[in-house]
Every structure is written in C-alpha cells, then in structure tokens.
C-alpha cells in the first residue's frame, strides 16, 4: 500500500504557542489529504479537506482560523494549531487518497498520527 | 440516519473462533468498501477493500458486500489476540469524501 508520513509524531507545547503537524506522502502523488482528530475512546472526527493548490474545506464546527491547512503540493500537507490550549490536546491523523489506479477506485491511506498535548 | 453504522462492541470472541463484524450504509451509491484495523494509541491501518458484491478473501480475512441490502462485513477466521482492535468499516462514492462508522472494538480471548 502507499506510504504516508506525519512528523512529529509526538508534541508537547505549552498555551498560546502554535504547532506545525507535516504529512507527506512518500511514494505517491496525493491532490487530496485528510485532517482527523480523534480523542480517547472516541471516533475519527474529520476536520478538513486538503486539495492541492487551493484551500481546504472544513467540516461545520471546525475552525478555520484556528487550524490552518496548507497543501503547497502533491506530497505535502500541513496542519498549523494556532493559539493552543489544552482542549486541543488530541491525535491528530492525516490521510491521503490514492486515485484509481489498477482497482479504478480511490483508496485513503492514513499516517501514523500526531499525539499532541497542550500544558 | 448515520451514513455508516457499526455496533460499538466491545465484541468478545475466544482464540481460534471467527470473528464477524458487521457494517451497514445509507447512500446507495456508494461504490467502494473498506475495512481498517486500529489498535489503541495508533492510526488506522487498511486490511480489505472490495467493490463488487459477494465475497473477497484475503489469508485470514474475508469481506462480504452486498449492495442490495446496503451490508458490508469482516470476517477474521482462526481469531488471535494479536487481532484485538477497532474495526473502522469505511465506504466511498467515488470524487467524494470517504465516510467512516464509529468502529466495532472486537476482543479475542486467550
């Protein structure tokens, strides 16, 4: 299957800093990218859309002011939490979808995930 | 109606039984179906996709799409402990998003 990176894949920061999450597809060309967050015991929660050379569409009740998205190519995402506190404390996972290819159908491949925790 | 339901579990089989999991959908246009495994503190990993109806069988695991009655379901035969995790069943209309269930946390026994 196609390999996706996060980096880092462990963060602690203290409020009010702001925090860069990277996932980059290694073997492959994503136009498309997830954002998820997903907190203990919980569900994947989609946050955002990431389309290549435009801007990310985000789910209803996420800020797009708080979590800039930035997908400058087709092996690169970022995810920037701006002011953070510790209710953004979370795992924070990112996806790229694999168009077509010999099955004819996209399939999404997701990294390892960012543990972010907020002081 | 939630787009994808799983049953939440926890599902608790013994070693060596099979384990079934279950997956049902709304949008009847959806075309491609997806098992992913994520165990505690880890990102979700693909196990299975299939796109046709009937069966798809890969080593231990089987899927089972049927589209008439909007049903897609895992089978993990010869169940180990190793396979104790959230079953994330995940459907796709292709050029738009995927849409995953809650998952199904399935418990094999010593």
């Known amino acids: 299957g196609a390999v996706v990176s996060q980096h880092p894949s462990r963060v602690i920061c203290k409020s009010g800093t702001s925090v860069k999450i990277e996932c980059r597809s290694l073997d492959f060309q994503a136009t498309t990218m997830f954002w998820y967050r997903q907190f203990p015991k919980q569900s994947l929660m989609l946050m955002a859309t990431?389309?290549?050379?435009?801007?990310?569409?985000?789910e209803q009740g996420v800020e797009k002011d708080k979590f800039l998205i930035n997908h400058a190519s087709l092996t690169l995402s970022t995810l920037t939490v701006t002011s953070a506190h510790p209710e953004d404390s979370s795992f924070y996972i990112c996806?790229?979808?694999?168009?077509?290819?010999?099955?004819?159908?996209?399939?999404?491949?997701f990294g390892p995930g960012t543990r972010l925790t907020v002081l | 109606q939630k787009e994808v339901e799983q049953n939440s579990g926890p599902l608790s089989v013994p070693e060596g039984a099979i384990a079934s999991l279950n997956c049902t959908y709304s949008?009847?246009?959806?075309?491609?179906f997806f098992w992913y495994r994520q165990y505690s503190g880890k990102s979700p990993e693909l196990i299975m996709s299939i796109y046709s109806n009937g069966d798809k069988e890969d080593g231990r695991f089987t899927a089972q799409l049927n589209k008439a009655s909007q049903y897609v379901s895992l089978l993990i035969r010869d169940s180990q402990p190793s396979d104790s995790a959230t079953y994330l069943c995940?459907?796709?209309?292709?050029?738009?998003?995927?849409?995953f269930g809650p998952g199904t946390r399935l418990s094999v026994l010593p």
């Open positions: 990431s389309n290549e050379g435009s801007k990310a569409t985000y």
């Open positions: 995940a459907v796709n209309r292709n050029g738009q998003n995927f849409v």
């Open positions: 996806s790229a979808r694999v168009a077509g290819g010999y099955t004819g159908t996209d399939t999404q491949y």
């Open positions: 949008d009847r246009g959806s075309q491609s």
